[in-house]
């Protein structure tokens, strides 16, 4: 993921607080969501960063969701997703 933050903060929020993204997924139509992934969006002044997530499963379909802890700017700017893929034979071998 390719993010970049505003480099502000909410009222009241100390300067050495950090702010995070957290990211969560859902997979096949699934009605739950998996564990949460915290990401920390970088001290003040670090406006654009890479985040990586890695070995997250395998699935069909997948619902991502992403919660910011604090009010400040943010953009999702790019995300890129390697895949595998494989055919039915191989998925009953693993």
Not at 10 to 15: A, E, F, V
Not at 57 to 65: L, P, S
């Amino acid at each position: 993921m390719r993010i970049k933050r505003g480099v502000g903060f909410p009222t009241g929020s100390p300067s050495a607080h950090i702010p995070y993204l957290i990211v969560r997924w859902k997979d096949n139509n699934n009605n739950t969501w998996g564990n949460d992934h915290k990401i920390d969006l970088g001290k003040v002044g670090e406006t654009e960063f890479i985040a990586s997530l890695k070995r997250l499963g395998i699935y069909r379909t997948r619902q991502w969701e992403f919660i910011l802890s604090d009010a400040v700017p943010l953009v999702l700017c790019d995300v890129e997703e390697d895949i595998e893929f494989c055919d039915d034979t191989d998925s009953k071998n693993k």
